[in-house]
């Protein structure tokens, strides 16, 4: 499923600016240069392997492509786990500690499956609080990565830019004696930090946005769930978690027993 407000934005810019170069020329094939095209993208890929290992940096784009996928984390869903935490806590008061071990095998969801297994085991409420805020901290640092070296890669591509500009004025000097041959050097000089500028404003520094931006709610959700996990621990009653975690929501999305979810 697509990101409709990604899609819409990229889309939208693009079209803009084809409906611009449009309007001035039926020859787009002048906005066209593959030495540029090369120099910017090529230079700005090999430069960010260079400062970052080739893992990470194959996980920035994934994170990249990513962007364009809807994410499913919503006040919608944010409600409905607080729902889901009041009939684990139900499940808990009747079942004991054999309903967490049971939870943590029915969910796929990594991090419930994780702090629900640890709980199991008859760790402290401090100890599963202390590794679930760890795991949630180091999760987001570790992903946070990915935004970091493609807002690196969106400072780079003007750079990278002006690079192409600079051997495009050099072609040109270089033909100063027929003028005729003057036109691919400036072509390459104009378009070099047109596609630097592009890459940057409309892939890298958006995406770098975004990813940080996922991330986050991610890590708001998780949070939430470690609450709800240690409220079940100290067995706190139905109403009490409701209150608790919806405390953690926007007023107009917070669960209600009264009127279901």
């Known amino acids: 499923m697509i990101s409709f407000s990604s ?3 990229i889309l939208l810019g693009l079209g ?7 309007r001035e020329t039926d020859n787009l094939s002048v906005y066209l240069s593959y030495s540029s095209f090369l120099i910017v993208l090529g230079g700005t890929i090999t ?30 869903t944010l409600k409905k786990d607080v729902g889901t935490m009041i009939e684990w806590s ?3 008061q009747s079942e004991g500690n054999m309903a967490l071990d049971a939870i943590s095998k029915e969910n796929k969801d990594g991090f419930i499956k994780y702090i629900f297994g640890l709980a199991s085991t008859g760790y402290s409420i401090e100890d599963i609080r202390t590794f679930g805020e760890t795991s949630i ?35 040109m000097l270089g033909k100063l004696d ?19 500028l592009l890459f940057a404003r409309f892939f890298f520094l958006p995406s770098s946005t975004k990813v940080k931006q996922t991330l986050s709610i991610e ?33 107009d999305s917070q669960f209600s027993m009264k009127v279901g979810a």
């Open 219 to 251: 890590r708001f959700r998780n949070y939430l769930i470690l609450e709800g996990l240690i409220l079940l621990m100290e067995r706190r009653p139905a109403m009490y978690i409701q209150d608790r975690l919806n405390s953690f929501l926007d007023r």
């Open 90 to 92: 139900r499940r808990v």
């Open 7 to 9: 899609v819409l934005g």
């Open 178 to 196: 027929d003028p005729s041959k003057l036109g691919p050097g400036l072509s390459m000089a104009l378009t070099a930090t047109l596609y630097g």
């Open 137 to 171: 901290e180091e999760h987001y640092f570790r992903k946070l990565q990915s935004s970091s070296i493609l807002g690196s890669m969106g400072s780079m591509t003007p750079a990278l830019g002006l690079v192409g500009t600079l051997l495009g004025l050099i072609t």
């Open 47 to 76: 430069v960010t392997l260079v400062g970052f290992r080739a893992k990470y940096v194959w996980n920035a784009f994934l994170a990249l492509l990513k962007t364009y996928v809807y994410q499913g984390i919503t006040p919608k």
């Open 16 to 22: 803009l600016l084809f409906f611009s170069m449009r």
